[in-house]
């Protein structure tokens, strides 16, 4: 997960969820789909995660909860270059990789 608010008005965030446990939960709520990208898409599956990082964010700061996220297919990586050797992530190939994503989160 990265989260994104350095000089924006509220905090954002791209997150890579558990690709088999996310399948898992749409097979126990007859969720249907037709691929991964399908499935990152449904409604059900936002509001699950939805409500998972507002139960992690109580008693935070207002200015510090996330306001709005999206949901990749694959989580960042060494080989990809969002990732340093020592697994942090490097924002600013993050930030150039996916500004489509984060400028319709701050634009929507």
């Known amino acids: 997960m990265a989260v994104i608010g350095?000089?924006?008005?509220?905090?954002?965030?791209?997150?890579?969820?558990?690709?088999?446990?996310?399948?898992?939960?749409?097979?126990?709520?007859?969720?249907?789909?037709?691929?991964?990208?399908?499935?990152?898409?449904?409604?059900?599956?936002?509001?699950?995660?939805?409500?998972?990082i507002a139960d992690l964010q109580t008693g935070m700061a207002n200015y510090e909860l996330i306001k709005k996220f999206c949901l990749i297919p694959k989580s960042f990586a060494i080989e990809t270059g969002e990732l340093t050797n020592t697994l942090k992530i490097r924002r600013t190939v993050v930030t150039q990789k996916y500004k489509a994503l984060i400028d319709e989160m701050y634009n929507s």
Do not use: F
């Open 6 to 52: 350095d000089e924006r008005n509220y905090v954002t965030a791209i997150i890579a969820p558990s690709i088999p446990a996310i399948k898992e939960y749409a097979e126990k709520n007859q969720i249907s789909y037709e691929n991964t990208d399908d499935l990152l898409k449904s409604p059900a599956i936002y509001d699950l995660l939805q409500s998972r």
